[in-house]
């Protein structure tokens, strides 16, 4: 028998709290991410007020210097850690993977001086379409189509850029290129990309509208991932009949594996919160395991070196969650958490090398506190510990100190 009939993760996209004791193996533009620190840097030079986060124990979080405006708590109602990245990357489907269990030892490819010509060529060839040569280095997302979004416009070619994260993304104008159409070139693009020298972790397409000087992106967005290489225990959860409900860009993490139920991609942070809130309260989910990505941190505000808006972020999230304690049931248990960092006041515009933070609350606790520092994957192997099934690659179950 389960100790919680239900488990449910969510994922605060990039929230880290602090550099990983490897962190200066890491970099941003040339910068070693060593001094990185999402949450303390947002506390420290914007403010930060996240009252229930700080309840569960967010502010009692060990650190070197405390979180600024988060005070810890005398008497917190859940459990809180962190939590130190084995695998060796710092990108999204790397943090995903291993706290599902997995062990990335050889990184996926990245490609920081843009995509060979074999690659654009053959998706030209596929598509019809041309590809803009000087859009083809790491940029940003939003610069990207701010400089070439009025040409593809009068052109039609292809936006092809990459990122720190390996990652190919292809930017399109929904009226010039439709949103199928990119769909399928996107799709081609995966196959080519499914063994190194150009392994990528994904495919992302990035429909955008409005004219030039008022680009927007739009929620139609689609990541094509290679599936794990091993299983992990979303898979594990699935073989033994359990429910596995997903939310936003989880689906696409795991290239579907392991997933039973999926609930969708978030059009905001906010839709992502509507949508949990309405698989906890579906009468058809009865027993099993949640998995929310809330992509916003990371996407909005964290790449665009904003924070500010991170911060308004967090409080935004901060907000909602007295409501999704409420859709819990008294055997529940909900899981908060990231997947690595994206510090908004750093170097460069990418992810940074940090711990994550780990929040766990159920209304049936008896206690609370601190549980010991660990890594990610424990977060699966407590998953895999309550459900009875077994573990994937690597983690220690941290269960019997939920109490």
Same mark, same amino acid.
Request: cysteine-free.
């Given at each position: 028998m389960s100790k919680f009939n239900r488990m449910h993760l969510i994922v605060l996209d990039s929230v880290g709290i602090g550099a990983a004791p490897d962190a200066n193996n890491f970099v941003n533009s040339g910068v070693p991410d060593g001094a990185s620190d999402t949450l303390g840097h947002i506390s420290k030079t914007v403010g930060l007020n996240v009252p229930n986060m700080a309840k569960l124990g967010l502010g009692n979080i060990p650190r070197e210097q405390p979180l600024k405006t988060v005070p810890a708590e005398s008497n917190p109602t859940g459990y809180a850690t962190k939590l130190e990245e084995v695998s060796l990357g710092k990108d999204t489907m790397t943090g995903h993977w291993e706290i599902m269990g997995l062990n990335i030892t050889e990184p996926f490819d990245t490609f920081w001086n843009g995509f060979p010509e074999e690659i654009l060529t053959q998706i030209e060839e596929f598509s019809g379409r041309k590809v803009i040569r000087e859009a083809n280095k790491p940029y940003s997302g939003t610069a990207v189509i701010d400089d070439f979004g009025?040409?593809?416009? !009068?052109? /039609? !070619?292809?936006i092809i850029y990459t990122s720190a994260d390996p990652v190919l993304q292809i930017a399109a104008h929904e009226d010039i290129i439709p949103v199928e159409e990119l769909y399928r070139i996107c799709e081609f693009a995966r196959s080519i990309t499914l063994e190194r020298p150009a392994l990528l972790g994904r495919i992302i397409a990035r429909p955008y509208v409005g004219e030039p000087g008022n680009f927007t992106r739009t929620s139609n967005r689609r990541d094509l991932a290679v599936s794990p290489f091993a299983p992990t225990v979303l898979d594990k959860l699935n073989e033994a009949g359990i429910d596995t409900y997903s939310v936003g860009k @989880?689906?696409? @993490?795991?290239? /579907? !594996? /392991?997933?039973?139920?999926d609930m969708g991609h978030n059009k905001s942070n906010n839709h992502g919160v509507d949508n949990l809130i309405k698989a906890m309260t579906s009468e058809d989910f009865k027993h099993g395991f949640s998995f929310t990505n809330l992509v916003d941190f990371d996407a909005l505000y964290g790449h665009r070196r904003n924070p500010q808006g991170y911060r308004d972020c967090l409080h935004e999230f901060d907000e909602r969650l007295p !409501?999704?304690?409420?859709?819990?049931?008294?055997?529940d248990l909900l899981m908060i958490t990231a997947d690595h960092g994206n510090d908004p006041t750093y170097a460069g515009t990418d992810h940074t090398r940090e711990y994550i933070p780990f929040l766990a609350y159920s209304p049936s606790f008896k206690s609370s506190g601190l549980i010991p520092v660990g890594h990610f994957a424990d977060i699966s192997a407590t998953i895999a510990d309550n459900f009875g099934v077994e573990k994937a690659m690597i983690g220690e179950s941290f269960l019997d100190k939920l109490v």
């Open positions: 009025p040409r593809q416009m !009068e052109t /039609g !070619e292809l @989880i689906s696409d @993490i795991f290239n /579907g !594996e /392991g997933i039973n139920h !409501e999704i304690i409420a859709a819990m049931k008294e055997d």
